[in-house]
């Protein structure tokens, strides 16, 4: 009888077609692709998270800065409102001179178009200033009142202030006969269009002998007015009071709410897409564009006096 003997091999399973792949390590192809198609999904979804968290963040930070100058805006103008002045007297040496209002207000036209040459004086009135010598045509003036305007103009906001100065102390002009003189002057498209032009280029020459500023490039901006019918140019007479964006008057309004809308480059590029459609969806997209303020202001000025 032959002894058993131990081998290593005895103990050895018989071959199987299946073992072979118990045993192996790795992944088939359709595990692989199967793999790779989900990376793929969530990392395009994180990536559109982070777009939308990025475009979020963009807008807020870009309609905090249109804000933030929009009460800069509203405080520039309140503070000129808060000084100025008006004059409804009539010159001693002639006293029927027909009086020029010495207020104007006017509301410009909602998204004008770009190519509009039509510079629109939206408020011009008078204000205190400091005393100072001004110096014109060779001669020095001794002024203390500036006439100020704020005009529209290719959708932008211009603020000027010029120096006031009466030719002479035996034969003076009414505030509202100076306030026209400088109006003139002011209805100038190629003046704003220059003014426009050095905020790109420094080197551009503005022909302005008075102070100007840009506030706003791309604003809309409403205002209303509520003052006495007798104050008003072509107005009935009576005790009534009108709320109005078009006024021309010979005194101060009770008070003066403003609303302005301002947008960032982005915001005023989709708006312009929008603008002739005038469906409820394009409606809702416009309230979103630009960043809007308002701000109510109240008369008299302090002192309690409305004359220079």
Not at 211 to 226: G, H, M, N, Q
Request: cysteine-free.
């Amino acid at each position: 009888m032959t002894p058993f003997r131990h081998t290593d091999s005895a103990f050895l399973l018989p071959h199987s077609p299946f073992r072979r792949h118990r045993l192996r390590s790795g992944m088939t192809m359709i595990e692989l692709v199967a793999a790779l198609a989900l990376f793929v999904l969530i990392l395009g979804t994180l990536l559109t998270v982070m777009d939308t968290v990025t475009s979020l963040w963009s807008s807020s930070r870009s309609q905090q800065t249109e804000q933030t100058k929009a009460e800069n805006i509203a405080d520039i103008i309140a503070d000129d409102l808060y000084e100025a002045v008006t004059d409804n007297g009539v010159p001693t040496n002639s006293a029927s001179v027909k009086i020029k209002p010495t207020f104007i207000l006017s509301t410009p036209p909602t998204n004008s178009s770009p190519s509009d040459v039509t510079v629109t004086v939206v408020l011009g009135f008078a204000r205190h200033a400091s005393p100072r010598t001004y110096s014109e045509g060779g001669t020095a003036n001794r002024i203390s009142l500036d006439a100020v305007f704020y005009t529209y103009y290719k959708n932008a906001l211009f603020r000027h202030a010029i120096p006031l100065s009466y030719i002479s102390f035996d034969n003076p002009e009414t505030l509202g006969d100076l306030l026209d003189n400088q109006l003139q002057k002011i209805k100038n498209a190629e003046l704003h269009d220059k003014i426009l032009a050095s905020i790109q280029n420094p080197a551009t020459e503005v022909p302005a002998a008075w102070s100007y500023l840009l506030l706003a490039e791309r604003i809309e901006t409403e205002w209303v007015a509520t003052l006495p019918k007798t104050y008003i140019e072509n107005a009935s007479d009576g005790s009534e009071t009108v709320s109005s964006g078009e006024i021309e008057a010979f005194a101060l309004p009770d008070k003066l709410a403003m609303a302005v809308r301002i947008y960032s480059e982005a915001d005023w590029a989709a708006y312009q897409s929008l603008k002739n459609d005038n469906s409820d969806e394009a409606a809702l997209k416009k309230r979103r564009l630009g960043s809007f303020y308002s701000k109510l202001i109240s008369f008299p000025a302090k002192g309690g006096s409305r004359l220079p």
